[in-house]
């Protein structure tokens, strides 16, 4: 490996190089396992948006500004990934990294630690998304089937995603060749097939045989500081609305939520997150709403909490065993929203149904069985014997000293 030192095979420091896309759900984590990896003694630097260079100085990380460029696709305004990659030489060849951590959607690093013969792992921010022989494909929040039938239809229909699986592949090796790097056969080349970190809970992920190299180690929680919040006064079960960051700017799910919720015997505080909508909404007597609030309290304090399903706040909530309500507006939250009903930790109502009448029926869901509630507090004692970061980080020092012998 090029720019490998002799320290990493005597139980000295490391250099590793994480590198994450800018939206919360997936800049979280990676700052996470940075944080990790740098409490444990090894030089950790940070590339992702620009966003987030206060919050990575703040661990003692380096940052490093990210390019934005597209990954696939034919539009030629911009650079793609194999020019960011190209780009992002430079910096490789000055960190030296032992190993490169590159998000799932953030394709250049992986890349560019290829072309400079520097191992390079996988971090996914929630599940895995990979197919499984007779499972539902991923992002469709199908739950899985029960019959030999129903594994049947979705066996038939895997033609259909390997023909999206090889026009990515062929993208994806245009790509490669502006590097030099050679045409690969695999479908899931923007993965790593030496090292994947998978986010999430174990609790979350259907039955399915795992490659050897592919590790759920629970999620890798972050958060900013943030001063606690005022609660609603009374002795009513809360529910904690948390929109999105990423979606629904116009903060239709708060919305619904804070009329839904008005006459039911509950407290509520709710948050549109930094969105700034147009309309203002509505506050009703038997809630407060804030522009922003640290989960790890509020949600701490909550009896239900109501999301679009993103896997950051879905795990957020399950860390601190509160059940959800999820209500998915787009990407890979009707997948999320899925895992948690099938797990038995909450309620998926889908966007198109959205209405006062069945955000209402599905809060009194959650809050009038109690095994939602018991199955979330299942998952936080997992989460409390076990430190997604910390796995991760054990993961990937083990890896880059495994590759530099």
């Known amino acids: 490996m090029r720019g490998a030192s002799s320290r990493s095979e005597d139980g000295g420091s490391l250099r590793f190089l994480v590198a994450a896309f800018g939206d919360p759900g997936h800049a979280y984590p990676a700052l996470s396992l940075a944080r990790a990896l740098r409490r444990r003694g090894h030089v950790v630097a940070l590339e992702s948006w620009e966003r987030w260079?206060?919050?990575?100085?703040?661990?003692?990380?380096?940052?490093?500004?990210?390019?934005?460029?597209?990954?696939?696709?034919?539009?030629?305004?911009?650079?793609?990934?194999?020019?960011?990659?190209?780009?992002?030489l430079p910096l490789l060849r000055e960190l030296r990294p032992h190993a490169v951590v590159s998000d799932i959607l953030t394709l250049a690093p992986a890349l560019a630690a290829e072309r400079e013969g520097v191992p390079w792992a996988t971090l996914i921010p929630h599940v895995f998304p990979q197919h499984a022989p007779g499972l539902p494909f991923f992002a469709l929040g199908a739950r899985p089937?029960?019959?030999?039938?129903?594994?049947?239809?979705?066996?038939?229909?895997?033609?259909?995603?390997?023909?999206?699986?090889?026009?990515?592949?062929r993208e994806l090796n245009v790509e490669r060749a502006k590097l030099g790097l050679p045409p690969l056969e695999r479908l899931h080349g923007g993965t790593s097939d030496q090292l994947a970190l998978v986010a999430t809970f174990p609790q979350l992920e259907y039955?399915?045989?795992?490659?050897?190299?592919?590790?759920?180690?629970?999620?890798?929680?972050?958060?900013?500081?943030?001063?606690?919040?005022?609660?609603?006064?009374?002795?009513?079960?809360?529910?904690?609305?948390?929109?999105?960051?990423?979606?629904?700017?116009?903060?239709?799910?708060?919305?619904?939520?804070?009329?839904?919720?008005?006459?039911?015997?509950?407290?509520?505080?709710?948050?549109?997150?930094?969105?700034?909508?147009?309309?203002p909404l509505e506050v009703p007597p038997n809630a407060l709403l804030y522009d922003w609030v640290r989960y790890s309290q509020v949600?701490?304090?909550?009896?239900?909490?109501v999301c679009h399903g993103g896997h950051g706040t879905l795990a957020r909530s399950l860390a601190l065993g509160t059940p959800v309500v999820c209500v998915p507006a787009a990407g890979e939250m009707a997948e999320n929203a899925a895992r948690a009903a099938w797990a038995g930790v909450g309620v998926s109502l889908p966007w198109r149904l959205l209405g006062e009448r069945s955000l209402a029926l599905a809060v009194r869901r959650v809050l009038g069985d109690p095994r939602f509630a018991e199955r979330a507090r299942t998952i936080a004692a997992w989460a409390e014997r076990n430190d997604g970061a910390e796995r991760a980080a054990e993961l990937v020092e083990r890896f880059a000293r495994g590759a530099a012998r």
């Open 299 to 305: 949600m701490a304090a909550a009896d239900v909490v």
């Open 53 to 88: 260079r206060e919050a990575a100085e703040d661990e003692d990380l380096r940052f490093c500004p990210a390019e934005s460029y597209r990954v696939f696709g034919r539009n030629p305004d911009g650079p793609s990934a194999g020019d960011a990659a190209l780009a992002l």
């Open 207 to 279: 039955p399915r045989a795992w490659p050897a190299h592919v590790h759920v180690t629970g999620p890798m929680q972050f958060e900013r500081p943030y001063p606690d919040v005022a609660l609603p006064e009374g002795e009513g079960p809360l529910v904690l609305v948390a929109p999105s960051t990423a979606q629904d700017p116009g903060c239709r799910l708060a919305r619904v939520a804070l009329r839904a919720l008005a006459n039911l015997p509950v407290r509520v505080v709710a948050t549109t997150n930094g969105h700034r909508p147009s309309q």
């Open 145 to 169: 089937p029960r019959t030999p039938v129903g594994r049947g239809v979705w066996r038939a229909a895997l033609p259909l995603l390997e023909a999206g699986l090889r026009r990515g592949r």
